[in-house]
């Protein structure tokens, strides 16, 4: 067979993901779904980087044919160090998800968790207001971020945010403000009598992961709970608040919205998210 018969005559642009650990990531299947459903010549792969490689590997990729890449754990707030811009929104928070690459080399930062998050609670839970009363979020890391920044954007009073390392928590309301309250970890309890939407943005509950275990007793049964993780979709966190009659939000909607704002910023196009996609990654 001649070589020319097997090269293709225009090379693919690619896009991924970069995380340690990446191999549960759902995004390759969500983004090239949508590569076939609108033609494109593109592909979409899982880039499993640890800490010490990241910052030669971006580096690189630019120069691979990488049209842009997806950051997650535990890269989100690190990748802003090696961009030549950054979007106003993930300036202000402090980390990224999505990185797009120029054909000169140069790597810009953008932020759309926030958005992603919204738009997965607005679908599931219409009546959702996050001024409606205070907000616990678990976990101090990029995603943390992304959630405090748009909670506060929604017009939340008081956002408490409980994290192991209190350190990292106190660093977050300094960034954030007053509206933000931190709390030991061991008072998770006792905070949720008071809180409205709680957040997990921790990977607890991850396969492979001890379970977030709470007393949800002690919480109202209107608030909302959303857990970020969707490996596997239903946690023992959210099975755990359905059973006390709260509105439970799992994690696979937040990475679909955020997906199809990444996706136009790599491709120009806005995606369509509807229940077939939903249904077709939970059956992949």
């Known amino acids: 067979m001649a070589i020319s018969n ?66 997650t754990i535990p890269h989100k707030e690190s990748a802003l160090e090696y961009c030549h811009g950054v979007s106003d929104r993930a300036a202000l ?31 599931r839970v219409p009546t959702w207001r996050a001024s409606a009363g205070p907000a616990l979020v678990i976990g101090a890391g990029g995603a943390s971020r992304a959630i405090i920044h748009a909670l506060l954007e929604e017009g939340v009073a008081e956002v408490f945010l409980v994290n192991r390392t209190r350190d990292r928590a106190e660093f977050l309301r300094q960034e954030f403000g007053a509206k933000v309250i931190v709390h030991d970890w061991f008072a998770l309890d006792a905070i949720l009598r008071d809180a409205l939407t709680v957040v997990n943005t921790t990977v607890l509950g991850m396969a492979g992961k001890p379970d977030l275990d709470l007393n949800f007793e002690l919480l109202r049964k209107e608030a909302v709970v959303n857990d970020l993780v969707y490996t596997p979709l239903d946690t023992r966190l959210l099975k755990d608040a359905a059973a006390r009659g709260c509105h439970a939000v799992d994690g696979l909607g937040m990475l679909i919205h955020q997906a199809a704002a990444s996706f136009e910023i790599w491709f120009g196009i806005r995606p369509e998210v509807d229940i077939e996609l939903r249904k077709y990654l939970l059956n992949s």
């Not at 759902?26 to 910052?55: C, M, Q, T």
């Not at 928070?93 to 919204?118: E, H, P, Q, V």
């Open 93 to 123: 928070i402090g980390a990224a998800n999505t990185l797009r690459f120029g054909s000169d080399g140069l790597i810009f930062a953008d932020n759309t968790d926030g958005y992603g998050f919204t738009q997965n609670i607005r679908e």
């Open 6 to 71: 097997i090269i293709p005559k225009e090379m693919s642009t690619l896009a991924g993901v970069i995380g340690y650990p990446v191999r549960h990531s759902k995004s390759p299947l969500l983004h090239n779904f949508w590569i076939r459903k609108y033609g494109l010549n593109a592909y979409y792969v899982p880039l499993e980087v640890s800490r010490l490689d990241f910052a030669e590997i971006v580096g690189t990729l630019p120069k691979m044919g990488f049209r842009g890449v997806n950051i």
